[in-house]
């Protein structure tokens, strides 16, 4: 039997033909347009804004839309940085439609800067055409990269959401940071041997105090652990976390590198003491309500993510004298599933929040666990160890966790962005989809958007797992970049890339007009050949701005 919808699709796909030919059949009949035009063929046009060259080049071809007249062309385009010229470190050869400025064996384009082409309305075409009015053409080149030569420290190194765990995790399998560890490794002793990295900032989770069985006590007494201190100084001593803390011990000794640390929700009960007691030097960039933020310089702000989420912020309103939000009970099912069905592709619970209301959206949450991982949970069983962490020491079922956050979390969510410092309140549809599915929404309301009170040009971030970098508004009026630095969670436990971070340049630091983020994956270099091949940083995305306007 012939399905119903063939005649209704054809129709659909010939009205559509019909619709895209008609305006291509104007586009084709148009007048060509009264005034000149002009394109950089060998470069790439980012936001309808700007052309990226790389630094190496020797000329930047420019390509016209009618041959040039050559008599035009000197005087009527100039080469500029920072409003001061360059034409004397070019020249300029024009054949047809094509003029090439080329560069004096003696100039060389910067990294991470800007250059201005102008072009005058004296330049025309051998028909006499001419630009409507002068033409600024906006080059930028690509920041330096992490294994370039350089020797002055102007860069920020953002990473985020490691997620160490103690060694019973690694053990029982539900560890979700025992395979990267070489690469954070190796890519930290970049840090202490190269001459460029001057900040390096976790944006939060490195410890993980959530991502615990539920049947499993928080606070292992087999080794001595007794309380939230015991517990990071454990996990500081598991043998697949110490080389990578060697390593952040040595930067944060050094004079001429900053180590910061800003919390996040899966460590939101360290403390600044503790965590100087594992890394002495390091700088604490926390509150004491398990929040935190960072400003490297004018116009950037740096954070976790999770004060915008409702289930994963600190919730002292909920039941006072605790902090602990819904997210630590889901990461302990999440853990439980993990330990039993370790290997099984794990799209983070949280992306499952697709429900208006709390109530919903925990059931939500918890149905994914368990379909996702055939794992029925008895939700009325009072099996969920506390041993004290939070000051919870009775244990809990699911559904007396959920009747504790359903009374009045939502009631109370004004008050808690309050207590968190969210700039712009959120509504408790926002707080449960925006705070964890799309930062990026919830960051553009919050930091540059109209109602935003304090205005940034970069706002970075973690938490989402999602390494990514996008500008706001789309297009070439865009104002500001949002940039996340991803995870280094085990490869298989995540839908997104990993191993990723954020290399910032500051233009208030290197002298350029731009402020620029770049988006870097961390990968072995299988090209190389050689038996131990090493890791090499893989750019992702890149976006600069300019700075101060």
């Known amino acids: 039997m012939k399905s119903p919808f063939i005649l209704p699709v054809s129709v659909a796909i010939l ?10 059949c104007k586009k ?27 630094e190496h080049v020797r000329y930047i071809e420019m390509e016209f839309s009618e041959s040039i007249d050559s008599t035009t062309v000197q005087g009527n385009i100039s080469f500029s940085d920072k409003g001061s010229s360059l034409d004397n470190s070019v020249s300029l ?19 991470g800067w800007q250059y201005h082409i102008t072009i005058g309305t004296g330049l025309r075409s051998v028909t006499g055409k001419t630009f409507a009015s002068q033409k600024i053409i906006d080059v930028r080149t690509p920041s330096f990269s992490l294994s370039d030569d350089i020797t002055t420290r102007n860069a920020i190194l953002c990473i985020s959401d490691i997620h160490m765990g103690e060694q019973r995790a690694t053990l029982n399998k539900y560890s979700w940071f025992n395979k990267n560890d070489s690469a954070l490794t190796h890519l930290l002793d970049y840090v202490l041997t190269s001459s ?54 040595a930067i944060a000794l050094r004079s001429d590198i900053q180590l910061i640390y800003v919390p996040g929700n899966h460590d939101m009960l360290l403390t600044q003491s503790v965590l100087q007691e594992i890394i002495p030097g390091i700088i604490w960039k926390g509150t004491a309500n398990g ?19 409702l289930f994963n912020c600190p919730q002292p309103l909920v039941n006072p004298g605790h902090m602990l939000p819904p997210g630590f009970f889901v990461s302990r099912l999440q853990a439980e599933c993990s330990r039993t069905h370790m290997g099984t592709m794990m799209k983070e619970a949280s ?92 960051v553009c309301h919050e930091y540059f958007s109209a109602v935003a009170p304090v205005k940034y040009k970069m706002a970075v971030l973690g938490h989402t797992h999602n390494p990514e970098i996008k500008v706001y508004p789309a297009g070439k009026n865009y104002t500001a970049i949002y940039a996340n630095s991803g995870s280094w969670v085990n490869e298989e436990l995540s839908t997104k890339k990993v191993r990723t971070f954020l290399l910032i340049w500051p233009g208030q630091w290197s002298g350029s007009p731009l402020d620029i983020v770049s988006l870097y994956q961390y990968n072995l270099d299988s090209g190389s050949g050689l038996p131990d091949p090493g890791y090499i940083p893989v750019l992702l995305a890149e976006e600069s701005i300019l700075r101060g306007n």
Do not use: C
Not at 236 to 243: C, E, F, L, Y
Not at 417 to 439: A, W
């Open 28 to 54: 084709k009949d148009a007048a060509e347009p009264d005034y000149l035009t002009v394109d950089l063929p060998n470069s790439t046009l980012q936001n309808d804004l700007y052309y990226s060259v790389n």
């Open 93 to 111: 050869e024009s054949l047809n439609r094509m003029v090439v400025l080329k560069f004096d064996t003696s100039f060389h384009l910067k990294n």
């Open 351 to 442: 992306d499952a929040k697709t429900s208006y209301f709390f109530s919903p959206a925990w059931r939500v949450a918890l149905d994914y666990l368990e379909l996702t991982y055939n794992l029925p949970v008895n939700e009325d069983s009072v099996n969920i160890q506390m041993s004290g962490i939070d000051g919870y020491t009775s244990l809990f079922s699911y559904n007396s966790a959920k009747a504790m956050y359903e009374a009045n979390i939502e009631d109370n969510w004004a008050n808690t962005q309050r207590y968190t410092g969210v700039p712009v309140s959120l509504n408790v549809l926002e707080g449960i989809l925006d705070g964890q599915i799309d930062l990026y929404s919830t």
């Open 15 to 24: 009205m559509g033909t019909i619709l895209i030919l008609q305006p291509s």
């Open 291 to 309: 929040m935190g933020e960072d400003f490297p310089v004018d116009e950037i702000v740096m954070e976790h993510g999770h004060r915008f989420d």
């Open 196 to 249: 460029q990295v001057k900040q390096v900032v976790i944006l939060g989770d490195l410890f993980d105090e959530w991502v615990i069985p539920y049947r499993f006590p928080p606070f292992d007494p087999g080794l001595g652990v007794t309380d939230s201190r015991g517990y990071f100084l454990s996990v500081a001593n598991s043998p697949v976390n110490i080389p990578v803390l060697t390593k952040l011990k």
